[in-house]
Nanobody, 125 residues
């Protein structure tokens, strides 16, 4: 079992930046790909980014490509999402997730094994 805890959300002006963190406990962090999803009110959950356990495979959702960078520190059991040039449409609850398989983040999110509680990101115009 893994426990995931997000931090770093908040209120930021359009064009600003935020860095989200996801600290993992309970099992071997390096066994898992780590990723981020988001869900805005009234909208479906959306894939944001995923990074493989060793960092060699990284994918981004189309809506954040070029503005976000996902990374991880296996020694600190932490994954990060650096978000730049934020827009009001980025406003959502951001969820950290863990699963052994990168493909589940991109194509089968219902099969992603572990989820955090979410952190709110609000971008004002």
């Amino acid at each position: 079992q893994l426990q995931l805890a997000e931090s770093g959300g908040g209120l930021v002006q359009s064009g600003g930046s935020l860095k989200l963190s996801c600290t993992v406990s309970g099992s071997t962090f390096s066994d898992y790909a780590m990723g981020w999803f988001r869900q805005a009110p009234g909208k479906e959950r959306e894939f944001v980014a995923v990074i493989s356990w060793e960092g060699s495979s990284i994918f981004y959702g189309d809506s954040v490509k070029g503005r976000c960078t996902i990374s991880r520190d296996n020694n600190r059991h932490t994954a990060y999402l650096q978000m730049n040039n934020l827009k009001p449409e980025d406003t959502a609850v951001y969820y950290c997730a863990a699963d052994p398989h990168v493909v589940n983040f991109r194509l089968r999110s219902l099969q992603v094994s572990y989820w955090g509680q979410g952190t709110q990101v609000t971008v004002s115009s």
